[in-house]
């Protein structure tokens, strides 16, 4: 058989087989696949029984903790508490964004309506002015934490809060920083009588300046509502009378009184840069001449320098002529006008005090009537830069307040004369109950 040759170049195509191709998927195959696995090796009752377990733990460890930690405590609205402590407030996100209730003309609450509490921290607040002011925020439901250093501040006035849950007490000084998570702040920390500022003038300064710096910057982080107690002596020794709000002052900058009435000025001056810079909730009071229970007995202000030596049988003494101008007004009037001023929606800054107005010697003669008729007076040289004049005008707190004082002096003085026999004669235990008065 004879051979032949093939050339491969000239081999014709052979028809190629079909490319491979795979399976087509069945249909399920991704669901039945994972039912699959979970039904090996029983992994499914694994699964269903880490479910049970999980919601059997987080159910009992929701039953076990604090009331206070599940929910804030509601307060029921009393009949007795003032129009502003009424007010309803819901928290929100941040800590003091809260819608407002909506409250009829009346100022009350619709009825089944509950307020509920806030966490607020006061500067001071072992204070005369600060204690009393916590006690009313402690009655109407808030939770408050006391910061202060006890230089003017006792802790004898809020002693009787130690056993609430609701109280804390921090002895922490303003100048350096702190850390809290509150819905408010009332900044009160500064040392508010001659005595005890012009003792040392730099820190009282620093406590006005990097206090208030410090305080801001905590409202500033936490997103808190922040209330200054500046002071009528931003005003100098006037040259208007009496003073209102847009009367700028006539200070001193380097006198012996200049670290509290220029701190107060500059602190003033932050709040409001804080608020414009920063948006920070601010308000700003200018706190007149206040008296009451807990006032420091020596402090060298004029009422309780005057009641004092009064009970001791000393004489009541004066300085200069007597003529100087003075107006008080009581602890209570002044706690509820910050209060007011705190919930409401003005920055102010606005004049909180009495505009009955009395001369030194007129206020000797009413503590001579309260105490004893027969207190001699005795004149000395008056202090340098005593202001002549001091009255507030206080129009601008009533119509945007709704604010004025209730308790005159010759009411007010003797729940303070009270105060003062017991602390000094030690007629009672001090520092459980306090005469008050309410606004």
């Known amino acids: 058989m004879g051979s032949e040759l093939i050339y491969r170049g000239h081999e014709e195509a052979q028809p190629t087989a079909d490319g491979y191709s795979p399976k087509p998927a069945k249909p399920w195959f991704s669901v039945v696949r994972p039912l699959r696995y979970l039904l090996r090796e029983q992994r499914l009752i694994f699964v269903v029984v880490g479910i049970a377990i999980a919601t059997v733990f987080f159910t009992l460890l929701q039953s076990s903790s604090p009331a206070s930690y599940r929910h804030e ?33 009346s100022g009350k609450v619709p009825l089944g309506l509950k307020r509920k509490g806030l966490r ?43 056993s609430n ?58 997103g808190a509502r922040f209330l200054l107690t500046s002071t009528s002596e931003v005003y100098g020794d006037p040259l208007q009378h009496p003073q209102v709000e847009t009367y700028w002052g006539n200070v001193n900058p380097i006198g012996v009184r ?41 402090d060298g202000r004029v009422v309780s320098n005057f009641v004092a030596q009064a009970l001791r049988k000393e004489p009541l003494t004066v300085y200069g002529d007597g003529k100087q101008t003075r107006s008080f007004q009581y602890v209570s009037d002044l706690v509820e006008g910050l209060m007011r001023l705190m919930e409401g929606e003005h920055v102010g800054p606005f004049n909180l005090g009495n505009p009955g107005e009395f001369t030194m010697l007129e206020l000797a003669q009413v503590v001579q009537e309260t105490i004893d008729p027969n207190a001699k007076i005795e004149f000395r ?59």
């Open 73 to 105: 405590s509601y307060v029921p609205i009393s009949g007795s508490i003032s129009y502003f402590d009424r007010d309803s407030h819901w928290q929100s996100n941040k800590p003091y964004e809260h819608n407002r209730m909506l409250v009829h003309s």
């Open 120 to 162: 607020i921290v006061v500067t001071g607040g072992a204070g005369f002015v600060g204690s009393h002011l916590v006690d009313r925020l402690i009655a109407r439901g808030d939770s408050v934490i006391v910061v202060d250093n006890f230089f003017t501040g006792r802790k004898e006035n809020v002693m009787h809060h130690f």
């Open 165 to 222: 849950p609701r109280f804390e007490l921090i002895r922490h000084d303003v100048v350096e920083p702190l850390l809290l998570e509150v819905d408010q702040i009332y900044h009160l920390a500064c040392p508010a009588s001659p005595v005890h500022y012009k003792f040392n003038p730099v820190k009282t300064i620093k406590t006005n300046v990097v206090g208030t710096l410090n305080m801001l910057g905590l409202a500033k982080r936490v």
């Open 258 to 298: 200049s670290c509290y009435d220029e701190g107060k000025r500059t602190a003033e001056t932050l709040t409001m840069d804080y608020h414009r810079g920063a948006s920070v909730e601010v308000r700003i009071a200018r706190i007149f001449n206040t008296y009451g229970p807990r006032m420091c007995i020596d």
């Open 381 to 439: 040289p008056n202090t340098e830069d005593d202001p002549h004049k001091r009255k507030p005008d206080i129009t601008k707190a009533k119509d945007q307040l709704g604010w004025e004082p209730k308790v005159s002096l010759r009411k007010g003085l003797p729940l303070m004369v009270s105060d003062f026999r017991q602390r000094i004669f030690g007629d009672h235990k001090e520092g459980n109950t306090t005469p008050a008065v309410a606004s």
